[in-house]
């Protein structure tokens, strides 16, 4: 039994080396016996423990025609050394996966790692290789081997499609560092520019699964940079050579157009809400008068929309106040609005402010508007849910699937400012606005509770290669 799954084994591998005959020596036969008596398929065991033994071979000896350590790209070092690594609840059954998105801004972090948490609690071993914000986030955690490819992209169109060209290759050559040690790469934020990548985990032979998270396209439309075409080219480069693409709902696929790619559609998602930390603290009606939003800064957002909305809203309503929390591009045209039109007295800018205390300032508004011109599913709409806060947002990306207009929250027909206006005072008068929090609540209690999001996740992305395992890991996920 174990000549037959060793052979198995073996001829899995692409590239079996003599150390892996050395290894195949210390596995017993009994070791062997017992996974394959248990309905174990103990040569795929076999072979995915004589791979990550390649692994740190070439961990220490360097890639081919490279001088440098595969733990190291861009001259910046990383956790992947084997030692820094805890070994791996359970060794067999899991498949090693791997997570790869372009340098990750702030807006960008708590995605990331929620879905690194997912795949950790489903996963022998999570590979990340991402940059930015999310590197850091990332970096030093025993729970991720994590590469940083980090890159600066020019403005200028010419030069950014050269450094892409770069980038590309870099986020390649991660891919083929890590090589086989992964049975699943998932493309996820940035993923749909990032064709190289995924066509040379294809190339290794590796399931490749493209993750969506917004729309690169209308992001690039809406700012103007002259890089749609380019844009929608990558994507479409991505959708045709990914395996398998994921989507956060239906209307995701039908509002992006993406039916002609319908059989290799899955729905899933990664989101997920710490229920203890997001939770009603302050009922509602104790709450003031406080509308407010909170995340990145910029056009796509709608916020200066949503601030050429506050006269009129103060016209009806003159005992408001609203609060403005995060950064980013358009806050210094935001900021030169309110105090041309005096409302200084009446808005308050927080600044970026630490995902920690994200929860308290929730339990502070009596309503939050996020007035997106697109959206994937935005993880502050379903935490300010799970406070029981009220939200008024626009009706794109998967937003439909978690608020009901009415019921778990309000919907815009438009995002001018005199829409979000005209809503918001609507809202503030309206006597059942405690039972739409309510509602809110438990729609994220029955939904983005951490281990049904494992299930689903699991289920919908490994496919037979998930155990139904992984509820155990949310008492131990990371702070």
């Not at 950790?120 to 990332?138: E, I, N």
């Not at 992001?219 to 380019?230: E, H, M, P």
């Not at 956060?248 to 319908?262: F, M």
């Not at 699991?458 to 702070?479: F, M, T």
Request: hydrophobic share 40%; with cysteine; glycine share 8%.
């Amino acid at each position: 039994m174990l000549t037959r799954s060793v052979r198995r084994a073996v001829a899995n591998l692409d590239y079996p080396g003599p150390r892996d005959r050395d290894f195949l020596s210390s596995c017993s036969t009994q070791e062997i016996e017992q996974e394959e008596q248990s309905g174990h398929d103990a040569s795929s065991a076999v072979g995915r423990r004589i791979r990550r033994l390649n692994f740190s071979t070439f961990q220490h000896s360097g890639p081919v025609g490279n001088s440098r350590r595969s733990g190291q790209i861009s001259g910046k070092s990383t956790n992947m050394e084997p030692d820094a690594i805890k070994a791996p609840r359970d060794r067999y059954n899991k498949p090693g996966v791997g997570i790869l998105t372009l340098p990750v801004a702030k807006t960008g972090v708590i995605p990331l790692r929620n879905l690194a948490e997912v795949v950790k609690s489903v996963a022998d071993q999570v590979y990340v290789v991402t940059g930015g914000d999310g590197y850091h986030s990332l970096e030093g955690s025993p729970a991720f081997r994590v590469v940083n490819v980090d890159h600066r992209m020019s403005t200028h169109t010419s030069i950014t499609l050269l450094q892409h060209v770069i980038q590309e290759l870099r986020l390649c050559g991660a891919v083929l560092r890590v090589g086989r040690n992964v049975d699943v790469w998932i493309f996820f934020i940035g993923g749909e520019a990032t064709p190289l990548p995924i066509l040379a985990a294809r190339l290794l032979g590796v399931d490749t699964l493209l993750l969506l998270a917004g729309s690169p396209t209308e992001v690039s439309q809406l700012n103007k940079d002259g890089l749609s075409g380019l844009t929608s080219l990558l994507s479409n480069l991505a959708f045709a050579v990914s395996q398998r693409v994921a989507a956060y709902s239906d209307r995701i696929v039908g509002q992006r157009g993406l039916a002609k790619y319908r059989k290799k559609i899955i729905i899933a998602s990664e989101h997920v809400v710490d229920l203890e930390k997001f939770r009603p603290i302050k009922p509602l009606a104790m709450r003031q008068k406080t509308v407010g939003y909170v995340g990145g800064v910029s056009k796509v957002k709608g916020v200066a929309n949503f601030v050429q909305a506050i006269p009129r809203v103060l016209q009806a309503e003159p005992d408001v106040r609203f609060v403005i929390c995060g950064d980013g591009e358009g806050l210094a045209e935001i900021r030169a609005y309110v105090a041309d039109n005096r409302l200084s007295g009446k808005v308050e800018f927080t600044g970026w402010i630490s995902h920690n205390d994200v929860p308290a300032m929730l339990n502070e508004l009596t309503l939050l508007v996020l007035p997106s011109y697109t959206e994937g599913l935005p993880n502050v709409v379903l935490e300010a849910q799970a406070c029981g806060t009220p939200v008024l947002t626009t009706p794109v990306g998967a937003i439909p699937n978690v608020i009901t207009d009415g019921e778990t929250g309000f919907l815009l027909r438009d995002n001018s400012p005199e829409c979000i206006a005209d809503d918001i005072v609507a809202i503030l008068h309206m006597p059942e606005i405690e039972s739409v929090g309510e509602h809110a609540r438990k729609l994220v209690e029955e939904n983005f509770e951490f281990s049904k999001v494992v299930k689903r996740f699991g289920a919908a992305v490994l496919g037979n290669r998930y155990d139904g395992s992984g509820e155990e890991h949310e008492q131990n996920r990371d702070s």
